[in-house]
């Protein structure tokens, strides 16, 4: 894949992201005050997931050589935390349906 490709696909998965998240954020609104409580700071470390590959992809754009290469990688470990972030906060909602 190069690097216009990467780029694409990078940008789409952080707009997926931001969409899963006003997801989730609907479902949130509908449970109770304590099952709210519960979920609101998963719901924190997915923005800051999902922040921090944004400006990882903006620093992809610039890079270099093996810069981009490094960016590149830690793109790729911001999304696998991002997934597994995402299935710790659906497993919880799971619990509270």
């Given at each position: 894949?190069?690097?216009e490709?990467?780029?694409a696909?990078?940008?789409?998965r ?13 479902k ?6 304590t ?5 609101n700071?998963?719901?924190e470390?997915?923005?800051a997931?999902r922040?921090?590959?944004?400006d990882?992809?903006?620093k ?30 659906k ?7």
């Amino acid at each position: 894949m190069n690097r216009e490709e990467f780029q694409a696909m990078a940008k789409k998965r952080i707009d997926e992201m931001y969409d899963t998240i006003e997801e989730l954020e609907k479902k949130r609104d509908n449970l109770s005050e304590t099952a709210k409580s519960k979920v609101n700071e998963q719901l924190e470390n997915l923005k800051a997931k999902r922040s921090e590959m944004a400006d990882r992809l903006e620093k992809l754009k610039g890079a270099s050589g093996d810069s981009w290469e490094e960016i590149k990688k830690a793109f790729n470990e911001s999304s696998d935390s991002f997934k597994t972030h995402l299935a710790n906060i659906k497993a919880r909602f799971a619990e509270m349906d």
